[in-house]
Structure formats: C-alpha cells, structure tokens
C-alpha cells in the first residue's frame, strides 16, 4: 500500500567540524521519502522552487517517488543551514529561509486523497491539517514535529495531534509539550491530547513506543562514525511508515518491528552528508542491520 508523505523539500547547507556542504537535497519529506521507498510506494506532497536542481528530482525518481503532488513555483526553494559541533548531538540552525514554503498551500492530486498511509513529516502544523482535510478515510495517520512549532504554533499543533493515530517527537520536545522530564509522565500526558500511539526519538539512544499493547524499546544501530545526523529522524519515520504501509494486517502486529527498520534506515542517513548515503543503500543492508539489531537486543 501506498504512503504519502509531506513535508519540507529543502536544500540544506550542511556544517560539521570535518566538512561543509552547501545545497544538499534536505528537507523532513525528502527523508522520510527515500527511507520509505525501500518498502513500497511513496507519494511526495511538497513544493521546490525554480532553482531546485533537476539532479534532485532525477534522484527521487530514481527511488520511484510519486511526484504528482510536488509543486514547481516561482521563487526559491526553502533553504535551511545548520551547523554540528564536535559532539554531533548539537546542533545550531544557521539559517531558515522559507521561498516557496511562505505561500505554499498543498492541494492533493485526486489519485493521492486515498492513500492507507499518511505520514505528515515535519513543517507549519496548519500545512499538516490541511493535507489531513484532504484525505479520505486513511488507514493510519502519523505525524513529526519539531520545537519551532511548539514554540510559535502550540494552538495549531494540538489541533493536529487529536487526530493522529500516532505522533513522533524528541525526548526533548515531549519534555517541552508536557512539563514532565520523566518519560512515562510525558508519555502519560501525550496519549491524552489523543494519539492511540506516541514514539518518543532518542537520537543515537534510540526510540521508545506507547501503544495499546504497552510499551517497546528500540534500539538505535550502533556507529562507529556519525557524518551526519541530518534528517535521522526524518529518515527512521519514513522508513517506519514505509514498513507499515508494506505490511499486510493490522498495524498492531508490525509497529514494533517497523520501529527498528527505521532504525536501521536512520543509521545509515548518519553515515554520509544529506541523502548521500541513504540513497547508495540496498533493502538487502537494510534487513542486513535489522537482523543486527535483533542480535544486540535479545536477552
Ligand atoms: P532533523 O535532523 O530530523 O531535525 O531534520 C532536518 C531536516 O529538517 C533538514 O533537512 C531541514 O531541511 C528540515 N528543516 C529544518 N527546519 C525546518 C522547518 N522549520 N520546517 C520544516 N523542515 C525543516
């Protein structure tokens, strides 16, 4: 089954202490794209401008990205900047310059309202409702977010969240939303604004899930080398709606296993700049490192 997907389709200029890297192809949708194209099909909702280079859109094509719902306006794409120190866990935004996102307002090709699958990957809370308007009757809806919105569009956000079957966020955003620094309060708190399921990222720590059937711990895939960690988190939620959306039954049965293959898609997003090594992976390394995992954490 399908899933799609939007977001931000960006270019990111990329820092690190080792290396610089101007105009990758970013953005939370493109992410979460390519992590879920290792699964089955994925619809892209997004807007580049006149600038986005054509290599891009060859290369998710190349991924056998649906682009029917990816705008081409006049006007620059959004360009976002950071900066990593050399504890690859902190981050600086150097720059956020919205172009085309500022007026952008995603109507979905008919072919796409029925998509089983949605995942609203990180952008505006308001972008996201109203692709949800859009849809009909989808099977699973999940959602990301960052601090940004929590901080300028908390009312919007909530509007969101109550309509989620599962909602995706950081440790340190769940402690923003709810005042609470212990997990199960946080978790506790979240379950109540609605979602049946709530994922709280950890980073290179992994990830916890709290659904109906308890919790689930899942491990991060161990590094030896983080080149990058843009877009891991994007990338471990599309890889996780890819595998649910090619998965056959309730979602239930799959969630936790979907967890770790994101994992494992996320793990290699960390290995190279941008999309860089995400898009050199096979399904074949993927179950390779999921097989991996399953070693690591059975006791
Ligand atoms: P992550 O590393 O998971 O925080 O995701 C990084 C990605 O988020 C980058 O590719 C950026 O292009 C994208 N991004 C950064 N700021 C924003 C924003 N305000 N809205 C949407 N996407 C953003």
Known sequence: MSVLIVGSTALD?????????????????????????????VRLVGVVGKDFPQRYIRLYKRHGIDLRGLQV??????????????NM??????????GVFETFSPTLPPAYQASPFVLL???APTL??????QMQRPKFVAADTMDLWLNVALPDLLKLVERLDAFVLND???????????????????????PKYVVIKKGSHGSVLSGPKGLFICPAYPLHKVVDPTGAGDSFVGGMMGYLAASKGPVEAHIRRAMVYGSAVASYCCEG?????????????????VRELERLARF
Do not use: C, M
């Open 73 to 86: 306006l006049p006007g620059k794409t959004f360009h976002w900047s950071g900066e990593y120190e050399a």
């Open 121 to 123: 990957a990180n952008i």
């Open 13 to 41: 200029s990329i820092k690190t202490p080792k290396a610089e890297n101007p105009r990758l192809l970013g953005g939370s949708a493109s992410h979460a794209a390519v992590a879920a194209s290792f699964f089955g099909p």
């Open 273 to 289: 700049f941008g999309l860089q090594r995400t898009t050199r992976t096979t399904r074949a390394q993927i179950d390779g490192r």
């Open 89 to 98: 866990n902190h981050r600086r935004t150097l720059k956020t310059e919205l």
């Open 128 to 133: 996201q409702y109203h692709v949800l308007e």
């Open 172 to 194: 340190s955003e769940a402690e923003q939303l709810t005042g609470e620094d212990n997990l199960l309060a946080a978790l506790k708190k979240i379950h109540r604004l609605g």
